[in-house]
């Protein structure tokens, strides 16, 4: 299993919760109530809070397996960032990547690490979950093939195309083969559970699908170059975050405190990763050391990742009605839901730090 899990992150890329165990989670939600912060004694490293007793916020990962994403959350830990602010994370590692929505519904965790296609599916299944911040600010998902063998997006026909079953998968793919002039079945997808990418460096199939931060970490750490990456924007495809933080609109309700000093201090622990990428990925390694990857994988994943974290107007975390109108059209487009609602349903920024 563990060597199963190495692979996966090598190619890793992000599943999201489809709408039928979206729905499954109606039931789920009636019957579990918000787990609301747990209180713990202890101090936080690095400029803590003293004696004071710190609330333990739970974070649901997005994948069963912990990397270089996780970064802020440790830098936030072991910098003092969170304890600043009276708090403590503790990632919780999910058993599969469709659960971390689930998780947070059922108050198994406060918070959740996901994507920005999780929560629409999520609102479509009247789940009343809410992003509250971005982790990420661009689409950075295409079409990766191995080095010195750029995409030619114009021969398409006849290629096998690793593809996964997630929706963010499917809706983007539509762009890339109207762009390529081709319909589903005139090329070869095949479908990976977990990697791609090394199907694609043995010349078992033509092009991967991945998202560039670790397409770039999986095959420079493996080949010392870089992969040929054809952005899906390239194609198309919306310029809309990827991954972002959420939590259930009733916990929210009676702890927008805890959220707000949550973002206050991921910001900060962002920023300063973002300013020491080297001794930020030392420090997760050092949290994690058991993480299934080499250093140099983690080092060249974060650095691959920060281009990612703000926006144009260099701004972390910040959300726009624009980027939720888009990914909802995009999924609606891709008939993946049904049903596109105003933005103040799927997002707020209230408590974003001033």
């Not at 600010?137 to 997006?153: E, K, R």
């Not at 690793?162 to 070869?188: C, I, N, Q, R, Y």
């Not at 980027?323 to 105003?342: D, N, R």
Request: charged share 15%; proline share 5%; hydrophobic share 40%.
């Amino acid at each position: 299993m563990m060597d199963d899990l190495k692979t996966t992150r090598r190619g890793r890329h992000r599943a999201v919760l489809t709408a039928a165990s979206a729905a499954s989670l109606c039931v789920a939600v009636a019957a579990c109530g918000s787990s609301g912060g747990h209180k713990s004694s202890g101090t936080g490293s690095g400029g803590g809070s003293g004696g004071a007793s710190l609330t333990t916020l739970k974070i649901a990962y997005d994948f069963p397996g912990i990397d270089f994403e996780a970064v802020p959350f440790v830098v936030g830990n072991k910098q003092g960032f969170y304890a600043k602010q009276h708090l403590k994370v503790s990632v919780i590692i999910p058993p599969d990547t469709s659960t971390t929505v689930k998780m947070v519904a059922r108050g198994l965790a406060d918070i959740g690490f996901d994507t920005t296609a999780d929560v629409a599916f999520a609102r479509a299944s009247n789940i009343p979950i809410t992003s509250i911040g971005n982790y990420s600010m661009q689409n950075n998902w295409g079409l990766i093939t191995n080095p010195g063998d750029p995409v030619n997006i114009n021969q398409l026909k006849g290629k096998s195309i690793g593809v996964f079953t997630d929706s963010w998968t499917k809706s983007m793919m539509p762009f890339v083969l109207k762009a390529g002039h081709v319909t589903a079945s005139e090329v070869k997808e095949i479908i990976f559970t977990s990697n791609d990418l090394t199907p694609m460096l043995a010349h078992k199939i033509d092009i991967a699908t991945n998202t560039t931060n670790y397409a770039l970490a999986g095959i420079k750490s493996s080949t010392g170059k870089n992969p040929e990456v054809a952005l899906g924007t390239k194609f198309g495809a919306p310029n809309v975050p990827i991954w972002d933080y959420t939590a259930m609109s009733s916990w929210l309700q009676s702890h927008g405190t805890e959220a707000r000093e949550f973002l206050a201090a991921t910001a900060q622990a962002t920023q300063w990763a973002i300013s020491h990428p080297t001794q930020a990925v030392n420090e997760f390694i050092a949290a994690y050391p058991k993480n299934g990857e080499s250093a140099k994988y983690n080092q060249i994943g974060w650095k691959a990742t920060i281009p990612f974290l703000k926006n144009k107007q260099g701004r972390l975390l910040t959300q726009t009605n624009t980027e939720w109108t888009q990914i909802t059209g995009a999924l609606k487009s891709a008939k993946q839901i049904s049903t596109v609602y105003p933005p103040s349903k799927y997002y707020t920024n209230a408590y974003l730090p001033k």
